[in-house]
């Protein structure tokens, strides 16, 4: 069985899905088994595979079967750094190491095609995986332009909001008592949203 594997790791290739597109319809299918949606929206983000990022891979073999995908974004707030949004491996060929295989080639990508210094990733009851690949957990990073911990205060504007008077301790006594300071602003509810949603998610990353 081990020689099984081996040979047929031998036999792997990874490819650009974007130089290859007649892959794009399987590709879609692959990652709607395992998460669906429509898929209106994931050919839409598969056509967006670029040389740069995103960029999508395919893990095939020498019968040109599709065995796995994985998706790159780019991260705003670590330029050094980018993020694997989707990994899936056929539903029929796990447990045969092909995702380690595909970790390891995302990780040479990384490194000597995009020049990038680390790689991140969220997952949801696999870390043993990605910690026995060097993976260590680190605090919630965003796509979408800003990155925040678990624990990062909601930065707020107050220029608009009328400035709280200071109390020092030879104020006379009897003298008016100061108003009481303005409540905080509400968080914003997207923000909010967002960070419940990834607090379900253990981020990890490792350097490359």
């Known amino acids: 069985m081990v020689l ?3 040979m047929e790791l031998e036999n792997l290739k990874v490819l650009k899905l974007h130089e290859y597109p007649h892959y794009m319809k399987p590709c879609c299918q692959l990652i709607n088994d395992e998460w669906p949606r429509s898929e209106t929206a994931r050919m839409l983000s598969l056509r ?6 995103p960029t999508s891979l395919i893990l095939i073999n020498d019968k040109k079967d599709l065995l796995g995908h994985c998706k790159l974004t780019s991260i705003p707030g670590i330029p050094e750094s980018c993020f694997l949004e989707v990994v899936v491996i056929s539903k029929s060929m796990r447990g045969r190491r092909l995702g380690s295989y595909l970790m390891r080639q995302v990780e040479e990508y990384c490194r000597n095609v995009l020049k990038l210094k680390m790689l991140h990733l969220s ?6 995986f990605y910690a026995q690949l060097g993976y260590e ?5 965003s ?4 990155s925040f911990g678990r624990n990062s205060p909601v930065q707020v504007n107050n220029k608009n909001q009328n400035p709280v008077p200071v ?8 003298s008016h008592p100061p108003p009481p300071p303005p409540p905080p602003m509400p968080k914003p509810k997207s923000f ?3 960070l419940t949603m990834k607090s379900t998610k ?3 990353f490792k350097y490359l």
């Open 4 to 6: 099984e594997i081996i």
């Open 48 to 53: 967006a595979s670029c040389d740069n990022l």
């Open 123 to 128: 997952t949801k009851g696999q870390e043993n």
């Open 137 to 141: 957990m680190c605090e919630p990073v």
């Open 143 to 146: 796509i979408y332009g800003t």
């Open 167 to 174: 109390i020092s301790d030879t104020q006379v006594v009897g």
């Open 192 to 194: 909010m949203a967002k």
């Open 202 to 204: 253990t981020y990890m």
